[in-house]
Protein backbone atom coordinates (compact mmCIF):
# COMPACT_ATOMS: atom_id res chain seq x y z
CA UNK A 1 0.00 0.00 0.00
CA UNK A 2 1.11 3.13 -0.93
CA UNK A 3 2.41 5.60 1.78
CA UNK A 4 3.35 9.36 1.34
CA UNK A 5 5.84 11.49 3.64
CA UNK A 6 6.24 14.57 2.56
CA UNK A 7 9.24 17.02 3.75
CA UNK A 8 10.68 20.06 2.93
CA UNK A 9 8.41 22.77 4.37
CA UNK A 10 9.38 26.02 6.60
CA UNK A 11 9.77 29.07 7.18
CA UNK A 12 11.17 31.45 4.71
CA UNK A 13 10.88 35.28 3.50
CA UNK A 14 8.76 36.53 0.43
CA UNK A 15 10.52 36.21 -2.92
CA UNK A 16 12.51 32.78 -1.41
CA UNK A 17 12.35 29.30 -2.80
CA UNK A 18 11.67 26.15 -0.83
CA UNK A 19 11.68 22.59 -2.21
CA UNK A 20 9.03 20.00 -1.47
CA UNK A 21 9.60 16.25 -1.37
CA UNK A 22 7.45 13.11 -1.35
CA UNK A 23 8.62 9.66 -0.80
CA UNK A 24 6.25 6.58 -0.56
CA UNK A 25 7.40 4.30 1.55
CA UNK A 26 5.06 1.59 0.56
CA UNK A 27 5.18 0.52 -2.45
CA UNK A 28 5.82 2.18 -6.46
CA UNK A 29 4.40 5.25 -7.72
CA UNK A 30 4.96 4.44 -11.29
CA UNK A 31 1.63 3.77 -12.26
CA UNK A 32 -0.27 6.87 -10.08
CA UNK A 33 -0.39 9.99 -11.10
CA UNK A 34 0.79 12.82 -8.66
CA UNK A 35 -0.83 15.73 -7.16
CA UNK A 36 0.11 18.27 -4.59
CA UNK A 37 -2.75 20.14 -2.16
CA UNK A 38 -2.60 23.07 -0.14
CA UNK A 39 -4.98 24.24 2.65
CA UNK A 40 -4.67 27.41 4.36
CA UNK A 41 -5.86 28.06 7.64
CA UNK A 42 -9.92 28.75 7.46
CA UNK A 43 -9.63 27.61 3.98
CA UNK A 44 -10.69 24.72 1.89
CA UNK A 45 -7.88 22.38 0.42
CA UNK A 46 -7.29 23.41 -2.91
CA UNK A 47 -5.35 22.21 -5.87
CA UNK A 48 -2.04 23.18 -6.95
CA UNK A 49 -0.17 20.68 -9.60
CA UNK A 50 -0.11 17.65 -10.99
CA UNK A 51 1.91 15.77 -13.05
CA UNK A 52 0.98 12.00 -14.49
CA UNK A 53 2.72 8.68 -14.07
CA UNK A 54 5.52 9.58 -16.67
CA UNK A 55 5.79 12.60 -16.11
CA UNK A 56 5.41 14.47 -19.51
CA UNK A 57 2.54 16.06 -18.79
CA UNK A 58 1.99 18.78 -15.99
CA UNK A 59 -0.87 20.93 -14.56
CA UNK A 60 -0.63 23.91 -12.36
CA UNK A 61 -3.35 25.81 -10.48
CA UNK A 62 -2.99 29.66 -12.23
CA UNK A 63 -2.13 31.22 -8.81
CA UNK A 64 1.27 29.03 -8.96
CA UNK A 65 1.94 28.81 -12.76
CA UNK A 66 5.23 30.34 -13.98
CA UNK A 67 6.25 30.21 -9.87
CA UNK A 68 5.86 26.44 -8.83
CA UNK A 69 7.37 23.32 -10.76
CA UNK A 70 6.00 19.74 -9.83
CA UNK A 71 8.20 16.67 -11.29
CA UNK A 72 9.07 13.20 -10.24
CA UNK A 73 11.25 10.40 -9.90
CA UNK A 74 9.53 6.89 -10.06
CA UNK A 75 13.27 5.28 -9.59
CA UNK A 76 12.72 6.90 -6.52
CA UNK A 77 9.37 6.70 -5.83
CA UNK A 78 9.59 10.63 -5.13
CA UNK A 79 7.91 13.60 -6.44
CA UNK A 80 8.49 17.19 -6.08
CA UNK A 81 7.30 20.79 -5.59
CA UNK A 82 9.63 23.36 -6.75
CA UNK A 83 8.14 26.75 -5.37
CA UNK A 84 10.13 29.50 -6.44
CA UNK A 85 9.17 33.48 -6.01
CA UNK A 86 6.84 32.68 -2.95
CA UNK A 87 4.31 35.03 -1.83
CA UNK A 88 2.76 35.12 1.77
CA UNK A 89 -0.46 34.30 0.42
CA UNK A 90 1.18 30.49 -0.67
CA UNK A 91 1.63 29.80 3.32
CA UNK A 92 -0.67 26.90 3.57
CA UNK A 93 0.00 22.98 4.87
CA UNK A 94 0.91 21.05 2.08
CA UNK A 95 0.25 17.30 0.77
CA UNK A 96 0.67 15.24 -1.54
CA UNK A 97 -1.57 12.81 -2.79
CA UNK A 98 -1.63 9.94 -4.91
CA UNK A 99 -4.26 8.96 -7.95
CA UNK A 100 -4.26 5.04 -9.66
CA UNK A 101 -4.11 5.39 -13.13
CA UNK A 102 -3.24 2.18 -14.22
CA UNK A 103 -1.89 2.41 -17.44
CA UNK A 104 -3.62 6.01 -18.37
CA UNK A 105 -0.81 7.69 -19.52
CA UNK A 106 -2.11 11.02 -20.24
CA UNK A 107 -4.21 11.00 -17.05
CA UNK A 108 -4.31 13.58 -14.10
CA UNK A 109 -6.86 14.76 -11.83
CA UNK A 110 -7.70 18.44 -10.23
CA UNK A 111 -10.03 17.55 -8.13
CA UNK A 112 -8.98 15.80 -4.26
CA UNK A 113 -12.04 13.25 -4.09
CA UNK A 114 -9.98 11.53 -7.03
CA UNK A 115 -6.89 10.73 -5.07
CA UNK A 116 -6.74 7.46 -3.28
CA UNK A 117 -3.45 8.13 -0.74
CA UNK A 118 -2.47 11.11 0.79
CA UNK A 119 0.33 12.04 3.21
CA UNK A 120 0.39 14.23 6.02
CA UNK A 121 0.87 17.42 5.24
CA UNK A 122 4.20 19.55 5.56
CA UNK A 123 3.64 23.37 6.27
CA UNK A 124 5.29 26.02 4.39
CA UNK A 125 5.23 29.75 6.15
CA UNK A 126 5.67 32.65 4.21
CA UNK A 127 6.81 35.80 6.23
CA UNK A 128 6.57 39.35 4.48
Known amino acids: QVQLVESGGGLVQAGDSLRLSCVSS????????MGWFRQAPGKEREFVAA????????YYANSVKGRFTISRDNAKNTVYLQMNSLKPEDTAVYYCAADYASYRMSYYSTASQEYDYWGQGTQVTISS
Open 26 to 33: GGPLSRYA
Open 51 to 58: ITWRGDTT
